[in-house]
């Protein structure tokens, strides 16, 4: 009985150690990223887009978020991209207007979204400055998703 509480009281602490490496690892993101927001995320190096896509893939997946989750906000930041004609009409209001359907997914399933909710808010206010920072937001994306299928993100 007793090794069974300690065995216990082992795995929670090692789960209480992987839940704040998974936090710090959000926090590390949405810090860099926010950064950016005043002089715009074109500034962000490509390594270091690689680097944030990679590292929040992973924690995507070991989070069990659905691809198909993340793709239907990514058809969202498309169909801007598409609206905007190559950057001709390019409106910064539509893309900011992207945080409240981030913040609806991620009300309807908040353990999974809200980690990928904190890290692009602070990208789509870099990523609305001009076409070439919104052009950088959907490269953001476009990594996670990849990074997420490379880890083992499936769609169901």
């Known amino acids: 009985m007793t090794d069974y509480r300690n065995r216990g009281r082992q795995d929670y602490g090692q789960r209480q150690g992987q839940t704040q490496q998974r936090d710090a690892i ?10 950016f927001q005043s002089t715009g995320l074109k500034n962000l190096p490509a390594d270091e887009l690689v680097n944030i896509a990679n590292k929040m893939g992973k924690h995507l997946e070991n989070n069990g978020l659905k691809t198909t ?30 945080k409240p359907k981030l913040a609806y997914a991620a009300g309807r399933d908040p353990g999974k979204i809200m980690p990928l909710m904190q890290v692009l808010e602070p990208a789509i206010t870099a990523g609305a400055k001009t076409y070439d920072d919104f052009k950088r937001l959907v490269a953001l994306i ?15």
Do not use: M
């Open 26 to 35: 959000v926090d590390e993101i949405k810090q860099k990223l926010k950064n």
């Open 69 to 98: 989750q993340i793709r239907r906000f990514l058809d969202g930041v498309r169909k801007i991209d598409v609206q905007s004609d190559k950057g001709r009409n390019f409106k910064s209001d539509l893309v900011v207007l992207l």
């Open 142 to 156: 476009e990594g996670i998703i990849a990074y997420h299928r490379f880890y083992g993100g499936r769609d169901s």
